[in-house]
Protein backbone atom coordinates (compact mmCIF):
# COMPACT_ATOMS: atom_id res chain seq x y z
CA UNK A 1 0.00 0.00 0.00
CA UNK A 2 1.48 3.35 -1.06
CA UNK A 3 0.72 5.95 1.85
CA UNK A 4 -0.08 10.05 0.97
CA UNK A 5 3.08 11.28 1.69
CA UNK A 6 5.17 8.85 -0.09
CA UNK A 7 3.13 10.64 -3.15
CA UNK A 8 4.45 13.77 -1.43
CA UNK A 9 7.74 12.63 -1.37
CA UNK A 10 7.88 11.76 -4.93
CA UNK A 11 6.38 15.47 -6.16
CA UNK A 12 3.27 13.53 -7.00
CA UNK A 13 -0.31 15.41 -6.84
CA UNK A 14 -3.05 12.34 -5.61
CA UNK A 15 -5.21 11.67 -8.53
CA UNK A 16 -8.78 13.74 -7.72
CA UNK A 17 -11.83 12.36 -9.29
CA UNK A 18 -12.65 14.48 -12.22
CA UNK A 19 -15.84 12.64 -13.97
CA UNK A 20 -14.06 9.63 -13.51
CA UNK A 21 -10.78 9.80 -14.63
CA UNK A 22 -9.08 11.70 -12.33
CA UNK A 23 -6.41 15.45 -12.97
CA UNK A 24 -4.59 14.78 -16.55
CA UNK A 25 -2.31 16.95 -15.02
CA UNK A 26 -0.76 15.04 -12.34
CA UNK A 27 1.67 13.20 -13.51
CA UNK A 28 4.22 15.78 -15.24
CA UNK A 29 7.07 15.38 -17.12
CA UNK A 30 6.35 14.70 -20.77
CA UNK A 31 7.88 17.49 -23.28
CA UNK A 32 5.20 18.25 -25.28
CA UNK A 33 7.20 21.44 -27.25
CA UNK A 34 7.61 22.00 -30.85
CA UNK A 35 9.80 24.23 -30.81
CA UNK A 36 12.69 24.23 -34.16
CA UNK A 37 15.59 22.12 -32.88
CA UNK A 38 19.43 24.29 -32.66
CA UNK A 39 20.45 26.21 -35.53
CA UNK A 40 22.07 23.55 -38.36
CA UNK A 41 25.37 23.62 -38.64
CA UNK A 42 25.96 21.95 -42.04
CA UNK A 43 23.87 21.11 -45.19
CA UNK A 44 20.67 19.45 -44.57
CA UNK A 45 17.18 19.37 -42.85
CA UNK A 46 18.32 18.60 -38.75
CA UNK A 47 14.96 17.05 -36.40
CA UNK A 48 14.08 19.27 -33.71
CA UNK A 49 14.94 16.19 -31.73
CA UNK A 50 18.60 16.33 -32.27
CA UNK A 51 19.06 12.79 -29.85
CA UNK A 52 20.44 9.75 -30.71
CA UNK A 53 18.51 7.90 -33.52
CA UNK A 54 18.45 11.22 -35.33
CA UNK A 55 19.38 11.53 -38.57
CA UNK A 56 20.28 14.88 -41.00
CA UNK A 57 18.42 14.92 -44.56
CA UNK A 58 19.79 16.76 -47.28
CA UNK A 59 18.35 18.06 -50.65
CA UNK A 60 19.80 16.97 -54.15
CA UNK A 61 21.08 20.61 -54.91
CA UNK A 62 23.29 19.73 -50.76
CA UNK A 63 24.25 16.58 -51.68
CA UNK A 64 25.37 17.55 -54.96
CA UNK A 65 27.60 20.17 -54.00
CA UNK A 66 28.93 17.47 -50.87
CA UNK A 67 29.79 14.94 -53.60
CA UNK A 68 31.67 17.15 -55.96
CA UNK A 69 35.46 16.58 -56.17
CA UNK A 70 36.15 20.21 -57.47
CA UNK A 71 36.42 21.36 -54.19
CA UNK A 72 38.54 18.67 -53.19
CA UNK A 73 40.73 19.03 -55.90
CA UNK A 74 41.01 23.34 -55.82
CA UNK A 75 42.34 22.80 -52.14
CA UNK A 76 44.81 20.13 -53.13
CA UNK A 77 45.98 22.50 -56.10
CA UNK A 78 46.50 25.43 -53.39
CA UNK A 79 48.32 23.09 -51.16
CA UNK A 80 50.78 22.22 -53.24
CA UNK A 81 51.09 25.79 -54.62
CA UNK A 82 51.69 26.09 -50.74
CA UNK A 83 54.03 23.77 -50.57
CA UNK A 84 52.39 22.16 -47.38
CA UNK A 85 53.11 18.21 -48.44
CA UNK A 86 56.13 17.48 -46.18
CA UNK A 87 58.22 14.41 -47.38
CA UNK A 88 58.31 11.80 -44.54
CA UNK A 89 62.28 11.38 -44.40
CA UNK A 90 64.24 8.55 -42.79
CA UNK A 91 65.15 9.23 -39.03
CA UNK A 92 68.76 8.18 -36.96
CA UNK A 93 68.31 7.08 -33.57
CA UNK A 94 68.50 10.86 -32.24
CA UNK A 95 65.90 11.92 -34.36
CA UNK A 96 67.91 13.94 -37.44
CA UNK A 97 67.06 13.44 -40.99
CA UNK A 98 69.31 10.41 -42.48
CA UNK A 99 71.77 11.94 -45.67
CA UNK A 100 73.25 10.05 -47.85
CA UNK A 101 76.88 10.85 -49.45
CA UNK A 102 75.48 13.84 -51.64
CA UNK A 103 73.96 15.30 -48.70
CA UNK A 104 70.62 14.72 -49.66
CA UNK A 105 67.79 13.79 -47.79
CA UNK A 106 67.16 9.80 -47.57
CA UNK A 107 63.49 9.11 -48.28
CA UNK A 108 61.69 6.85 -45.64
CA UNK A 109 60.90 3.88 -47.55
CA UNK A 110 58.24 1.42 -45.82
CA UNK A 111 59.11 -2.08 -47.16
CA UNK A 112 56.03 -4.72 -46.97
CA UNK A 113 53.99 -7.53 -48.85
CA UNK A 114 51.01 -7.57 -50.56
CA UNK A 115 48.70 -10.65 -49.55
CA UNK A 116 51.98 -11.56 -47.40
CA UNK A 117 52.27 -15.55 -46.86
CA UNK A 118 49.93 -16.23 -49.94
CA UNK A 119 51.50 -17.95 -53.31
CA UNK A 120 50.51 -14.80 -55.03
CA UNK A 121 52.78 -12.13 -52.32
CA UNK A 122 53.99 -9.05 -54.18
CA UNK A 123 56.69 -6.74 -53.14
CA UNK A 124 55.51 -3.15 -52.21
CA UNK A 125 56.99 -0.27 -50.89
CA UNK A 126 55.54 2.99 -49.17
CA UNK A 127 56.85 6.63 -49.82
CA UNK A 128 54.94 9.04 -47.87
CA UNK A 129 54.11 13.01 -47.03
CA UNK A 130 52.34 14.54 -43.74
CA UNK A 131 49.96 17.37 -43.89
CA UNK A 132 49.51 19.69 -41.01
CA UNK A 133 45.69 20.19 -39.88
CA UNK A 134 44.26 21.47 -36.72
CA UNK A 135 41.53 18.01 -36.97
CA UNK A 136 43.99 15.41 -35.56
CA UNK A 137 45.39 14.28 -32.52
CA UNK A 138 48.66 14.55 -34.19
CA UNK A 139 48.32 17.49 -35.80
CA UNK A 140 48.97 15.39 -38.96
CA UNK A 141 47.27 13.62 -42.09
CA UNK A 142 49.35 11.03 -43.77
CA UNK A 143 49.10 10.51 -47.74
CA UNK A 144 51.34 7.65 -48.39
CA UNK A 145 51.88 5.76 -52.58
CA UNK A 146 51.89 2.36 -52.83
CA UNK A 147 54.69 1.41 -55.28
CA UNK A 148 54.57 -1.81 -56.91
CA UNK A 149 57.73 -3.40 -57.22
CA UNK A 150 57.72 -5.97 -60.21
CA UNK A 151 54.32 -6.52 -60.24
CA UNK A 152 52.95 -9.56 -61.72
CA UNK A 153 50.68 -9.89 -64.85
CA UNK A 154 46.95 -10.19 -63.94
CA UNK A 155 45.84 -11.46 -67.42
CA UNK A 156 44.65 -9.75 -70.93
CA UNK A 157 41.12 -8.55 -71.49
CA UNK A 158 39.10 -10.13 -74.79
CA UNK A 159 36.17 -7.76 -74.46
CA UNK A 160 34.90 -5.20 -72.51
CA UNK A 161 30.88 -5.31 -72.31
CA UNK A 162 30.55 -1.72 -72.31
CA UNK A 163 27.57 -1.40 -74.55
CA UNK A 164 24.43 0.62 -72.46
CA UNK A 165 22.12 -1.22 -74.12
CA UNK A 166 23.11 -4.51 -74.88
CA UNK A 167 24.48 -4.53 -70.93
CA UNK A 168 21.31 -2.62 -69.62
CA UNK A 169 21.13 -4.13 -65.96
CA UNK A 170 24.69 -3.92 -65.40
CA UNK A 171 24.76 -0.45 -66.18
CA UNK A 172 21.70 0.18 -63.69
CA UNK A 173 24.11 -1.60 -61.03
CA UNK A 174 27.14 0.68 -61.73
CA UNK A 175 28.62 -2.31 -63.20
CA UNK A 176 30.96 -2.52 -65.95
CA UNK A 177 32.51 -6.62 -67.05
CA UNK A 178 35.31 -7.27 -68.94
CA UNK A 179 36.38 -10.92 -70.10
CA UNK A 180 39.92 -12.10 -69.14
CA UNK A 181 42.27 -15.13 -70.34
CA UNK A 182 45.11 -16.19 -68.92
CA UNK A 183 43.42 -14.83 -65.36
CA UNK A 184 46.32 -14.48 -62.41
CA UNK A 185 44.67 -16.30 -59.15
CA UNK A 186 45.66 -13.00 -57.48
CA UNK A 187 42.86 -11.53 -58.91
CA UNK A 188 40.60 -12.97 -56.69
CA UNK A 189 41.98 -11.65 -53.75
CA UNK A 190 42.12 -8.06 -55.18
CA UNK A 191 38.70 -7.29 -54.34
CA UNK A 192 38.54 -3.58 -53.74
CA UNK A 193 41.78 -2.99 -55.22
CA UNK A 194 42.60 -1.20 -58.28
CA UNK A 195 44.48 -2.55 -61.67
CA UNK A 196 45.38 -1.07 -64.63
CA UNK A 197 46.61 -1.66 -68.17
CA UNK A 198 48.86 1.20 -68.12
CA UNK A 199 46.28 3.81 -69.61
CA UNK A 200 43.02 2.86 -68.26
CA UNK A 201 42.77 2.07 -64.07
CA UNK A 202 39.46 0.76 -61.83
CA UNK A 203 38.76 -0.41 -58.95
CA UNK A 204 37.47 -4.44 -58.69
CA UNK A 205 34.20 -5.56 -57.61
CA UNK A 206 34.03 -9.17 -58.62
CA UNK A 207 35.99 -12.14 -60.32
CA UNK A 208 33.38 -14.35 -61.68
CA UNK A 209 33.92 -17.66 -63.51
CA UNK A 210 33.56 -18.95 -67.27
CA UNK A 211 29.77 -19.24 -66.56
CA UNK A 212 29.15 -15.83 -64.53
CA UNK A 213 29.05 -17.41 -61.54
CA UNK A 214 31.29 -15.94 -58.20
CA UNK A 215 34.75 -17.22 -58.11
CA UNK A 216 35.16 -15.59 -54.74
CA UNK A 217 33.02 -15.72 -51.75
CA UNK A 218 33.57 -13.78 -48.63
CA UNK A 219 32.70 -15.48 -44.95
CA UNK A 220 33.68 -13.78 -41.51
CA UNK A 221 33.40 -15.63 -38.42
CA UNK A 222 30.64 -15.71 -36.03
CA UNK A 223 30.30 -13.02 -33.60
CA UNK A 224 29.10 -15.74 -31.24
CA UNK A 225 32.05 -18.31 -32.17
CA UNK A 226 35.18 -16.52 -32.67
CA UNK A 227 38.14 -18.49 -34.23
CA UNK A 228 40.75 -19.47 -32.27
CA UNK A 229 44.02 -21.78 -32.43
CA UNK A 230 46.06 -23.62 -30.12
CA UNK A 231 49.94 -24.25 -30.91
CA UNK A 232 51.95 -27.06 -29.15
CA UNK A 233 55.64 -26.92 -29.14
CA UNK A 234 58.33 -28.18 -27.15
CA UNK A 235 58.77 -27.31 -23.91
CA UNK A 236 62.42 -27.85 -23.09
CA UNK A 237 63.45 -25.68 -26.91
CA UNK A 238 60.91 -22.90 -25.28
CA UNK A 239 62.38 -23.02 -22.03
CA UNK A 240 66.53 -23.19 -23.43
CA UNK A 241 65.82 -19.49 -25.08
CA UNK A 242 67.79 -16.28 -24.07
CA UNK A 243 64.13 -14.46 -23.18
CA UNK A 244 63.12 -17.00 -21.07
CA UNK A 245 65.94 -17.01 -18.99
CA UNK A 246 66.22 -13.30 -18.88
CA UNK A 247 62.49 -13.44 -17.44
CA UNK A 248 63.70 -16.01 -14.80
CA UNK A 249 62.65 -19.08 -16.11
CA UNK A 250 58.78 -17.74 -16.23
CA UNK A 251 57.30 -19.18 -19.19
CA UNK A 252 54.20 -16.84 -18.76
CA UNK A 253 56.27 -13.83 -20.21
CA UNK A 254 55.43 -14.75 -23.45
CA UNK A 255 51.78 -14.02 -22.98
CA UNK A 256 51.37 -10.72 -25.13
CA UNK A 257 53.81 -11.66 -27.59
CA UNK A 258 53.21 -12.38 -31.18
CA UNK A 259 52.64 -16.23 -32.50
CA UNK A 260 53.65 -16.51 -36.31
CA UNK A 261 52.40 -19.96 -38.15
CA UNK A 262 55.42 -19.32 -41.11
CA UNK A 263 52.85 -21.33 -43.83
CA UNK A 264 49.78 -20.91 -41.59
CA UNK A 265 47.98 -19.12 -45.31
CA UNK A 266 45.99 -22.51 -46.58
CA UNK A 267 44.63 -22.95 -49.73
CA UNK A 268 43.68 -26.50 -50.52
CA UNK A 269 40.75 -28.92 -51.97
CA UNK A 270 37.11 -28.69 -50.04
CA UNK A 271 37.27 -31.51 -47.66
CA UNK A 272 36.23 -31.87 -44.34
CA UNK A 273 34.22 -28.28 -43.94
CA UNK A 274 30.33 -28.53 -43.12
CA UNK A 275 28.26 -26.33 -44.85
CA UNK A 276 25.29 -25.47 -43.09
CA UNK A 277 21.94 -23.45 -44.93
CA UNK A 278 19.86 -20.86 -43.48
CA UNK A 279 17.69 -18.05 -44.35
CA UNK A 280 19.38 -15.09 -45.13
CA UNK A 281 23.24 -16.47 -44.29
CA UNK A 282 24.92 -19.93 -44.92
CA UNK A 283 27.34 -20.94 -42.80
CA UNK A 284 30.99 -23.30 -43.13
CA UNK A 285 32.68 -24.85 -40.10
CA UNK A 286 36.50 -25.58 -40.45
CA UNK A 287 38.79 -27.76 -38.00
CA UNK A 288 42.35 -27.28 -39.28
CA UNK A 289 44.81 -29.95 -38.20
CA UNK A 290 48.50 -29.56 -38.92
CA UNK A 291 51.80 -31.28 -37.35
CA UNK A 292 55.71 -30.35 -38.08
CA UNK A 293 55.04 -26.30 -39.08
CA UNK A 294 57.37 -23.88 -38.20
CA UNK A 295 56.35 -21.51 -35.80
CA UNK A 296 57.98 -18.56 -34.30
CA UNK A 297 57.76 -16.59 -31.15
CA UNK A 298 58.30 -12.86 -32.18
CA UNK A 299 58.17 -9.52 -30.08
CA UNK A 300 55.77 -7.31 -30.45
CA UNK A 301 56.41 -3.76 -32.31
CA UNK A 302 55.64 -0.30 -32.73
CA UNK A 303 53.55 -1.48 -35.65
CA UNK A 304 51.80 -4.55 -36.35
CA UNK A 305 54.04 -7.01 -38.19
CA UNK A 306 51.19 -7.35 -41.20
CA UNK A 307 53.10 -4.04 -42.08
CA UNK A 308 56.20 -5.22 -42.70
CA UNK A 309 58.55 -8.52 -44.07
CA UNK A 310 58.13 -11.09 -41.34
CA UNK A 311 61.71 -11.60 -40.98
CA UNK A 312 62.48 -7.93 -40.21
CA UNK A 313 61.22 -8.44 -36.62
CA UNK A 314 62.53 -9.87 -33.32
CA UNK A 315 62.80 -13.37 -32.79
CA UNK A 316 61.88 -14.97 -28.83
CA UNK A 317 61.68 -18.43 -30.17
CA UNK A 318 61.56 -20.92 -33.28
CA UNK A 319 60.86 -24.13 -34.13
CA UNK A 320 60.18 -26.42 -37.13
CA UNK A 321 58.01 -28.92 -34.63
CA UNK A 322 55.01 -27.06 -33.82
CA UNK A 323 51.48 -28.89 -34.24
CA UNK A 324 48.15 -26.63 -34.04
CA UNK A 325 44.52 -26.59 -34.55
CA UNK A 326 42.21 -24.19 -35.42
CA UNK A 327 38.40 -23.72 -35.45
CA UNK A 328 35.92 -21.23 -36.74
CA UNK A 329 32.60 -20.80 -37.65
CA UNK A 330 32.01 -18.64 -40.82
CA UNK A 331 28.82 -17.27 -41.94
CA UNK A 332 28.66 -15.70 -45.65
CA UNK A 333 25.76 -13.42 -46.71
CA UNK A 334 23.20 -14.86 -49.61
CA UNK A 335 22.06 -11.20 -50.84
CA UNK A 336 25.58 -10.48 -52.01
CA UNK A 337 25.48 -13.09 -54.51
CA UNK A 338 22.31 -15.07 -55.35
CA UNK A 339 22.24 -12.42 -58.45
CA UNK A 340 24.51 -14.24 -59.85
CA UNK A 341 22.10 -17.47 -59.51
CA UNK A 342 18.84 -15.83 -61.54
CA UNK A 343 16.19 -17.82 -60.18
CA UNK A 344 17.89 -20.50 -58.76
CA UNK A 345 17.68 -20.16 -54.89
CA UNK A 346 21.12 -19.78 -53.73
CA UNK A 347 22.20 -22.24 -50.79
CA UNK A 348 24.91 -23.84 -49.17
CA UNK A 349 24.76 -27.04 -51.05
CA UNK A 350 24.93 -24.97 -54.15
CA UNK A 351 27.62 -23.18 -53.25
CA UNK A 352 29.84 -26.48 -52.13
CA UNK A 353 28.80 -28.02 -55.49
CA UNK A 354 30.24 -25.33 -57.07
CA UNK A 355 33.32 -24.05 -55.34
CA UNK A 356 36.73 -26.58 -55.58
CA UNK A 357 39.04 -24.20 -52.97
CA UNK A 358 39.46 -23.23 -49.51
CA UNK A 359 41.70 -20.65 -48.31
CA UNK A 360 41.74 -18.67 -44.94
CA UNK A 361 44.77 -16.91 -43.41
CA UNK A 362 45.30 -15.28 -39.76
CA UNK A 363 47.24 -12.48 -38.95
CA UNK A 364 50.25 -13.01 -36.67
CA UNK A 365 48.17 -13.41 -33.42
CA UNK A 366 48.49 -12.18 -29.36
CA UNK A 367 49.63 -15.11 -27.16
CA UNK A 368 46.39 -15.31 -24.46
CA UNK A 369 47.85 -18.24 -22.37
CA UNK A 370 50.67 -21.03 -22.22
CA UNK A 371 49.85 -24.18 -20.27
CA UNK A 372 52.57 -26.98 -19.98
CA UNK A 373 51.06 -30.79 -20.89
CA UNK A 374 53.54 -33.16 -20.62
CA UNK A 375 56.64 -32.35 -22.45
CA UNK A 376 54.74 -30.02 -23.93
CA UNK A 377 54.07 -26.19 -24.28
CA UNK A 378 50.67 -25.17 -25.27
CA UNK A 379 50.16 -21.89 -26.75
CA UNK A 380 46.75 -20.34 -26.88
CA UNK A 381 45.59 -17.38 -28.69
CA UNK A 382 43.54 -14.33 -27.94
CA UNK A 383 39.80 -15.29 -30.04
CA UNK A 384 40.07 -13.51 -33.26
CA UNK A 385 37.80 -12.58 -35.50
CA UNK A 386 38.87 -13.83 -39.37
CA UNK A 387 37.46 -14.43 -42.91
CA UNK A 388 37.72 -18.01 -45.05
CA UNK A 389 37.49 -17.64 -48.84
CA UNK A 390 35.73 -20.51 -51.34
CA UNK A 391 37.09 -19.90 -54.52
CA UNK A 392 35.80 -21.92 -57.95
CA UNK A 393 37.77 -21.80 -61.27
CA UNK A 394 38.40 -18.27 -62.92
CA UNK A 395 41.08 -18.83 -65.66
CA UNK A 396 39.06 -17.91 -68.26
CA UNK A 397 36.09 -15.84 -66.15
CA UNK A 398 34.97 -12.13 -66.32
CA UNK A 399 36.13 -8.83 -63.67
CA UNK A 400 33.63 -6.48 -62.94
CA UNK A 401 34.36 -3.29 -61.69
CA UNK A 402 32.73 -0.20 -60.25
CA UNK A 403 31.38 2.31 -63.21
CA UNK A 404 32.45 5.27 -61.37
CA UNK A 405 36.01 4.29 -60.50
CA UNK A 406 37.28 4.45 -63.76
CA UNK A 407 40.65 6.85 -64.69
CA UNK A 408 42.59 7.85 -67.98
CA UNK A 409 46.39 8.52 -67.51
CA UNK A 410 48.45 9.72 -70.20
CA UNK A 411 51.27 12.25 -70.64
CA UNK A 412 50.42 15.87 -69.56
CA UNK A 413 50.75 16.99 -73.35
CA UNK A 414 47.93 19.42 -75.32
CA UNK A 415 47.72 19.01 -79.13
CA UNK A 416 51.40 16.90 -79.25
CA UNK A 417 52.90 20.05 -76.86
CA UNK A 418 54.45 18.98 -74.01
CA UNK A 419 54.51 22.01 -71.69
CA UNK A 420 56.54 21.39 -68.96
CA UNK A 421 60.17 22.09 -68.61
CA UNK A 422 61.78 19.32 -69.59
CA UNK A 423 64.49 19.33 -66.96
CA UNK A 424 67.52 17.00 -66.82
CA UNK A 425 67.50 14.26 -69.41
CA UNK A 426 65.92 11.57 -68.20
CA UNK A 427 64.15 13.23 -65.42
CA UNK A 428 60.57 12.50 -65.06
CA UNK A 429 57.66 13.33 -66.97
CA UNK A 430 54.30 15.42 -65.98
CA UNK A 431 51.60 12.81 -66.34
CA UNK A 432 47.41 14.15 -66.44
CA UNK A 433 44.93 12.05 -65.07
CA UNK A 434 41.47 12.19 -66.39
CA UNK A 435 39.02 11.05 -63.46
CA UNK A 436 35.58 11.46 -64.92
CA UNK A 437 36.09 9.11 -67.38
CA UNK A 438 32.49 7.44 -67.90
CA UNK A 439 33.18 3.56 -69.73
CA UNK A 440 29.82 3.71 -70.98
CA UNK A 441 30.70 6.13 -73.73
CA UNK A 442 34.38 6.79 -73.58
CA UNK A 443 37.18 3.53 -74.76
CA UNK A 444 38.78 2.02 -71.87
CA UNK A 445 40.79 -1.03 -71.52
CA UNK A 446 41.93 -0.46 -75.27
CA UNK A 447 45.56 -0.84 -74.43
CA UNK A 448 47.09 -4.54 -75.36
CA UNK A 449 49.27 -4.42 -72.36
CA UNK A 450 48.41 -7.03 -70.01
CA UNK A 451 46.48 -6.05 -66.71
CA UNK A 452 48.71 -4.90 -63.62
CA UNK A 453 48.20 -3.87 -59.56
CA UNK A 454 47.58 0.07 -60.08
CA UNK A 455 50.40 2.40 -57.68
CA UNK A 456 47.10 3.98 -55.43
CA UNK A 457 47.12 6.85 -53.02
CA UNK A 458 45.90 6.89 -49.61
CA UNK A 459 45.07 9.29 -46.49
CA UNK A 460 44.41 9.03 -42.97
CA UNK A 461 42.20 12.22 -43.14
CA UNK A 462 38.46 11.46 -42.97
CA UNK A 463 37.42 13.10 -46.13
CA UNK A 464 39.39 9.76 -47.81
CA UNK A 465 39.07 7.17 -45.72
CA UNK A 466 35.28 8.17 -44.69
CA UNK A 467 36.56 6.90 -40.73
CA UNK A 468 37.15 8.89 -37.75
CA UNK A 469 39.84 8.24 -35.13
CA UNK A 470 39.80 8.56 -31.65
CA UNK A 471 40.81 12.17 -30.50
CA UNK A 472 41.67 11.72 -26.95
CA UNK A 473 41.98 15.48 -26.06
CA UNK A 474 39.49 17.04 -23.83
CA UNK A 475 39.97 20.73 -25.00
CA UNK A 476 40.99 21.80 -28.24
CA UNK A 477 41.89 25.10 -29.76
CA UNK A 478 40.89 28.68 -27.87
CA UNK A 479 40.29 25.36 -25.10
CA UNK A 480 37.04 24.88 -26.19
CA UNK A 481 35.64 21.46 -25.35
CA UNK A 482 35.67 18.95 -28.00
CA UNK A 483 32.77 17.06 -29.30
CA UNK A 484 32.58 13.80 -27.06
CA UNK A 485 31.96 11.53 -30.63
CA UNK A 486 35.35 12.52 -31.96
CA UNK A 487 37.21 12.07 -29.11
CA UNK A 488 35.37 8.40 -28.45
CA UNK A 489 34.29 7.78 -31.60
CA UNK A 490 31.40 4.60 -31.77
CA UNK A 491 28.90 3.53 -34.52
CA UNK A 492 25.96 5.87 -34.47
CA UNK A 493 21.97 5.74 -36.05
CA UNK A 494 22.25 4.77 -40.25
CA UNK A 495 25.32 3.06 -39.36
CA UNK A 496 25.95 -0.50 -41.58
CA UNK A 497 24.51 -4.09 -40.72
CA UNK A 498 26.02 -6.06 -38.10
CA UNK A 499 27.44 -8.98 -40.84
CA UNK A 500 29.02 -6.12 -42.33
CA UNK A 501 30.00 -3.78 -39.76
CA UNK A 502 31.97 -7.35 -38.43
CA UNK A 503 35.44 -6.35 -37.86
CA UNK A 504 35.46 -3.13 -37.50
CA UNK A 505 33.14 -3.66 -34.61
CA UNK A 506 36.21 -4.68 -32.53
CA UNK A 507 37.82 -1.11 -32.55
CA UNK A 508 34.44 0.65 -31.40
CA UNK A 509 35.75 4.06 -29.52
CA UNK A 510 39.19 3.59 -31.84
CA UNK A 511 38.06 4.06 -35.41
CA UNK A 512 34.50 4.71 -36.77
CA UNK A 513 34.16 4.14 -40.33
CA UNK A 514 31.17 5.06 -42.12
CA UNK A 515 32.42 4.07 -45.71
CA UNK A 516 29.73 2.77 -47.55
CA UNK A 517 29.93 0.14 -50.34
CA UNK A 518 29.59 2.36 -53.23
CA UNK A 519 32.57 4.89 -51.41
CA UNK A 520 34.91 1.89 -50.86
CA UNK A 521 34.90 1.05 -54.66
CA UNK A 522 35.11 4.89 -56.32
CA UNK A 523 38.14 6.77 -57.14
CA UNK A 524 38.83 7.91 -53.92
CA UNK A 525 40.36 10.98 -53.51
CA UNK A 526 41.27 14.07 -51.01
CA UNK A 527 43.08 17.49 -50.91
CA UNK A 528 45.96 15.78 -49.10
CA UNK A 529 46.28 13.07 -52.20
CA UNK A 530 45.97 15.68 -54.60
CA UNK A 531 48.77 17.82 -53.28
CA UNK A 532 50.64 14.39 -53.33
CA UNK A 533 49.82 13.84 -56.67
CA UNK A 534 51.01 17.05 -58.11
CA UNK A 535 53.95 16.99 -56.51
CA UNK A 536 55.09 13.62 -57.67
CA UNK A 537 54.41 15.67 -61.00
CA UNK A 538 50.81 13.48 -62.01
CA UNK A 539 48.74 16.24 -63.00
CA UNK A 540 44.64 15.75 -61.92
CA UNK A 541 42.66 17.08 -64.33
CA UNK A 542 40.07 19.42 -62.87
CA UNK A 543 36.70 18.03 -62.45
CA UNK A 544 33.66 19.08 -64.09
CA UNK A 545 31.52 18.67 -61.41
CA UNK A 546 31.26 22.31 -60.06
CA UNK A 547 29.34 22.81 -57.12
CA UNK A 548 26.72 25.93 -57.03
CA UNK A 549 27.01 28.82 -57.20
CA UNK A 550 26.43 29.95 -53.41
CA UNK A 551 28.38 26.51 -52.76
CA UNK A 552 31.50 27.71 -54.17
CA UNK A 553 30.97 31.60 -52.95
CA UNK A 554 31.15 30.00 -49.24
CA UNK A 555 34.16 27.60 -50.23
CA UNK A 556 36.39 30.15 -51.47
CA UNK A 557 35.97 32.05 -48.34
CA UNK A 558 36.59 29.45 -46.58
CA UNK A 559 39.70 28.20 -48.82
CA UNK A 560 40.94 31.70 -47.96
CA UNK A 561 41.24 31.07 -44.32
CA UNK A 562 42.35 28.06 -44.57
CA UNK A 563 45.68 28.72 -46.60
CA UNK A 564 46.09 32.31 -44.18
CA UNK A 565 46.44 29.19 -41.14
CA UNK A 566 48.60 27.15 -42.99
CA UNK A 567 51.58 28.31 -40.98
CA UNK A 568 49.78 27.92 -38.00
CA UNK A 569 48.60 24.24 -38.71
CA UNK A 570 52.48 23.77 -39.76
CA UNK A 571 53.67 25.17 -35.87
CA UNK A 572 50.96 22.87 -34.34
CA UNK A 573 51.91 19.94 -36.03
CA UNK A 574 55.69 20.38 -35.43
CA UNK A 575 54.54 20.85 -31.71
CA UNK A 576 52.33 17.66 -31.63
CA UNK A 577 54.27 15.11 -34.32
CA UNK A 578 55.27 11.66 -33.44
CA UNK A 579 52.25 11.31 -30.78
CA UNK A 580 50.11 8.59 -32.41
CA UNK A 581 50.70 6.16 -35.37
CA UNK A 582 46.64 5.43 -35.17
CA UNK A 583 46.53 7.65 -38.82
CA UNK A 584 49.96 5.95 -39.94
CA UNK A 585 48.59 2.22 -39.00
CA UNK A 586 45.15 3.34 -41.05
CA UNK A 587 46.77 4.22 -43.82
CA UNK A 588 48.85 1.71 -44.63
CA UNK A 589 46.15 -0.67 -44.21
CA UNK A 590 44.04 0.95 -46.96
CA UNK A 591 47.17 0.73 -48.88
CA UNK A 592 47.41 -3.09 -48.14
CA UNK A 593 43.95 -3.35 -48.92
CA UNK A 594 43.33 -5.60 -45.99
CA UNK A 595 40.09 -6.14 -45.21
CA UNK A 596 37.68 -4.40 -42.42
CA UNK A 597 38.86 -7.70 -39.88
CA UNK A 598 42.34 -7.29 -40.71
CA UNK A 599 42.36 -3.69 -40.15
CA UNK A 600 40.32 -3.86 -37.01
CA UNK A 601 43.52 -6.19 -36.09
CA UNK A 602 46.50 -4.46 -37.32
CA UNK A 603 44.74 -1.24 -34.82
CA UNK A 604 44.58 -3.30 -32.10
CA UNK A 605 47.69 -4.70 -31.97
CA UNK A 606 49.77 -1.50 -33.14
CA UNK A 607 51.59 0.39 -29.92
CA UNK A 608 50.29 4.03 -29.64
Known amino acids: MVLFSEYKAAGIDMPRKQNGFGNSKAFKGINTSINKGKVKGAAGSYPSNRGYGSSVSRTVIEKYDLDSDWTRWRRGVEYYYQGSAETIYELDSTGKVVVDSNGDKVVAEIVSKLYQDTPDEMDVKFTGYRFPTLNSDSRNHYVYKRNNVNPPNLGTVTSVQSDPLTYSENKARGELWIQTTNTNSILKRMLSDRITDGETEATILFVLDSQKRPGYYVGKTDVNKLASITVSVPLADVMSTTYIQEHGNNIHALVGQVGYLNSFFVQRAISTEVFTDGNYFFNVSVTEQDTNQDFEILEKSDLPPSLYDIASLTKIFTTSAASYELEGDYKYSKEEYQRFFGKAYLTAQVVEAQVNEVAF ?26 ELQLHSDTSNGYVVFADNSFTKKEIDSYNGNYYHDLGAPGSAQWYRIDSEVDPWMDEVFTSSNALQPADIYCCS ?106 SEKERASLRRSNLTTLELVYTLAQGLNLDEVETAYVVLNNSY
Open 361 to 386: TVMPFTINSVLVVGNQLEITSIPFES
Open 461 to 566: CPDFSHAMMRMPESTGENGKSTNKQARYPLPTVMSRSDFDSLGMSQVAGMVNSWEDYKYRHSFKICKHTVAAMFTEQLKLKEPNAYPTVDARLKFEEKLKEDMETV
